[in-house]
């Protein structure tokens, strides 16, 4: 009797660890610069087989559908998402695989992303008219909404006047201006 308790907690102790939590881990980068796409990586935790990614954009924008034979222990595969466009999208799918002693697995898939633009913001002495309180600049790149706020420092650092405006379509290399407001004794 107390070979066969011995026998039993033995088991015990070791089924979680025969027990495989989860075959892979999956990854995402999703917001992403403009010039990059988002990705999805699948890394697996043990060897894996007849592993499909089918994911489908929920505006119509395209469906991405990846099959890979093989993934061994340890090893990651890297999956690019959408084209790269500016702007977000949203994805619904599944990820199905073989793992262990012929066994299925499949997981949803819900991903958000978003591909951005960098802005980049330019100004010029002869933009400045420091009697009417207000800076022109121009930004890189169409914007649909600019936010833009403004902190005037003296030539001590001391600050002199803040400002801030909105610009609704702002185009590209127009400039934009923004006034400012005198603060405390300046």
């Known amino acids: 009797m107390r070979l066969l308790d011995r026998s039993i907690l033995l088991l015990l102790v070791l089924s979680p660890t025969i027990a495989l939590a989860q075959p892979v881990t999956v990854t995402l980068v999703t917001n992403v610069p403009f010039g990059k796409r988002p990705t999805l990586t699948v890394k697996a935790s043990a060897r894996v087989i007849n592993l499909v990614l089918d994911l489908e954009r929920s505006d119509g924008g395209g469906k991405v559908t990846a099959r890979l034979p093989v993934l061994g222990a340890g090893q990651s595969k890297v999956f690019p998402l959408g084209d790269g466009a500016l702007g977000s999208a949203h994805y619904d799918g599944t990820l199905s695989l073989t793992y262990g002693a012929d066994e ?24 400045l008219f420091l009697d009417r309180r207000v800076l022109e600049f121009q930004i890189s790149r169409p914007s649909r909404q600019v936010e833009a706020e403004l902190t005037v420092l003296g030539d001590e650092g001391q600050e002199l006047g803040q400002g801030k405006q909105s610009y609704t379509n702002a185009a590209a290399g127009r400039w934009l201006a923004i006034p400012w407001v005198p603060t405390g004794g300046s």
């Not at 299925?104 to 933009?127: C, F, L, P």
Request: no cysteine; proline share 0%; aromatic share 8%.
């Open 104 to 127: 299925s697995w499949n997981s949803g898939i819900a991903v958000d992303t978003m591909v951005n633009a960098e802005i980049k913001i330019g100004y010029q002495r002869e933009h």
